[in-house]
């Protein structure tokens, strides 16, 4: 890693500007879910102990470069106060008048909160005025904020050219896990890949069949997968006009010695609800009137025996229909599975997305895995391969 962290860094009686992800869920004027603002207390917590002086920058919602007062950081102050144990102080602006006077007013272990980034058009811009305009606040940069490091923002690219920068404690952690399992991976490596739509998932199968050594694939675009191999898949959701793509993702995984697999029996219904009547067959035979929503247990047991197999795990997406039982067995089973054997020290176990963290929370393994990513696109961009302006501006 050619980064650094904040170990690495001098905060004695400095300004940190410290770059976080407080994109939480709000309600009626107060904020409904804190796990965003708990996750950045540890590099607060961090820079304090060393002297520093610490001023948030962060944004919230898409306001488009307009100052939009719904869309005020201002709302998550009680939240970070709880988080943090300590007054948080607050500016108007988070450049200009406003933020030099409040960083101004600062003694060391204070912490600042400034107001929403994109509430200028420079920030998405990645504006080098703005970057200046950030920069000249304070005397660090600090990135916690992996979740929003696929967008070369000015203030999570921008800002980081301009002084001493490091990664956060979330940062770091995300990286290291993310290290773990795609850039120095204990081989066999397998990946999980699920979901609706094989054509969301272009670029991210393209990078994994060259990268891993399994390839499980699930959710409505295993479907797409059966279909290009010449089995009806019914009334099932498949891209259908996605099967020629889906070919070349199988050649391409053969001649890179990557083993894809995909269901072998699957649970089918006529309706798509909680507790709908449903019957286990094989992959192939599908009624014509019925649908694939899940995944069937010889295909788990199957799966199972890769994860046993395999020393590194990544997971995107579930199995099957999750969200409504019975459909939700297939994920709930194989997400047991890897948390055995992540628990046993066998597995190491990387998962991340929007469904994959609702699935696994709902499998109650959450907790089990060796690490989770709540970085929605950043999470995906990495598994695609694809450089993170964020991260790279760190190096």
Same mark, same amino acid.
């Given at each position: 890693?050619?980064?650094k ?10 300004? *940190? ?6 994109n939480?869920?709000v309600?009626a004027?107060?904020? =409904?879910?804190?796990?965003?603002i ?11 102990e060393?002297?520093g002086?610490?001023v !948030?920058?962060? %944004?919230?919602?898409r ?7 719904e ?10 106060? &709880? ?16 933020a030099?006077?409040?960083?101004a007013a ?6 600042l909160?400034?107001?929403n980034t994109?509430?200028? &058009?420079?920030?998405e811009k ?8 950030l920069?000249?606040?304070g ?16 203030s ?8 001493a920068?490091? &990664?956060?404690?979330l940062?770091e952690?995300?990286l ?6 795609l850039?120095?991976p ?10 609706a739509?094989?054509?969301t ?5 393209g ?7 399994h !390839? ?14 010449g089995?009806?898949v ?10 020629d793509?889906a ?5 391409k ?5 990557c083993?894809?697999h995909?269901p =072998? ?6 309706e798509f ?7 286990t ?14 995944a ?12 046993t197999?395999?020393?590194t795990?990544?997971w995107n997406?579930?199995l099957? &229909?999750?969200?409504i ?14 948390a055995?054997?992540?628990?046993a020290? %066998?597995l190491?176990s990387?998962?991340g997305g929007?469904?994959t ?17 709540t970085?929605?696109? *950043?999470?995906l961009?990495w598994?695609?391969?694809?450089t ?8």
């Amino acid at each position: 890693m050619s980064w650094k962290t904040i170990d690495d860094m001098d905060f004695n009686g400095k300004v *940190a500007l410290v770059r976080v992800d407080i994109n939480v869920p709000v309600e009626a004027g107060r904020v =409904t879910d804190a796990t965003r603002i708990e996750k950045i207390v540890p590099t607060v917590k961090a820079i304090q102990e060393k002297g520093g002086k610490v001023v !948030l920058l962060a %944004h919230f919602g898409r306001p488009k470069g307009q100052v939009v007062p719904e869309m005020s950081l201002r709302v998550t102050l009680p939240a970070l106060e &709880a988080a943090l144990g300590q007054k948080v102080s607050f500016a108007e602006d988070c450049i200009g008048g406003p933020a030099k006077k409040a960083v101004a007013a600062m003694a060391p272990g204070d912490v600042l909160l400034l107001e929403n980034t994109r509430f200028h &058009a420079g920030e998405e811009k990645n504006d080098p005025a703005m970057a200046a305009s950030l920069a000249a606040l304070g005397q660090v940069y600090v990135n916690d904020a992996f979740s929003a490091a696929h967008r070369a923002h000015a203030s999570t690219e921008g800002i980081a050219h301009l002084m001493a920068s490091c &990664a956060g404690r979330l940062m770091e952690a995300e990286l290291k896990a993310l290290d773990a399992a795609l850039g120095d991976p204990m081989r066999p490596v397998v990946a999980v890949v699920g979901g609706a739509k094989v054509s969301t998932k272009l670029d991210l199968l393209g990078n994994l069949v060259e990268k891993v050594n399994h !390839l499980v694939i699930g959710g409505g675009m295993a479907n797409t997968f059966l279909v290009a191999q010449g089995i009806e898949v019914g009334a099932s959701l498949a891209e259908r006009d996605m099967a020629d793509t889906a070919r070349a993702i199988l050649a391409k995984a053969e001649e890179a010695n990557c083993a894809i697999h995909l269901p =072998t029996d699957v649970v089918v219904a006529r309706e798509f609800k909680a507790g709908a009547a449903n019957q286990t067959v094989a992959a192939g035979a599908c009624p014509a009137d019925a649908m694939i929503l899940d995944a069937g247990p010889a295909t788990v047991t199957a799966i199972a025996d890769v994860f046993t197999a395999c020393r590194t795990l990544i997971w995107n997406g579930p199995l099957g &229909a999750f969200e409504i039982e019975p459909f939700d067995a297939a994920t709930n089973a194989a997400a047991a599975k890897a948390a055995e054997l992540t628990k046993a020290g %066998h597995l190491t176990s990387v998962a991340g997305g929007g469904d994959t963290v609702a699935a696994l929370n709902k499998a109650g393994v959450a907790g089990d895995f060796s690490y989770i990513s709540t970085a929605g696109g *950043a999470f995906l961009e990495w598994m695609e391969g694809k450089t993170l302006p964020g991260v790279a501006a760190l190096g």
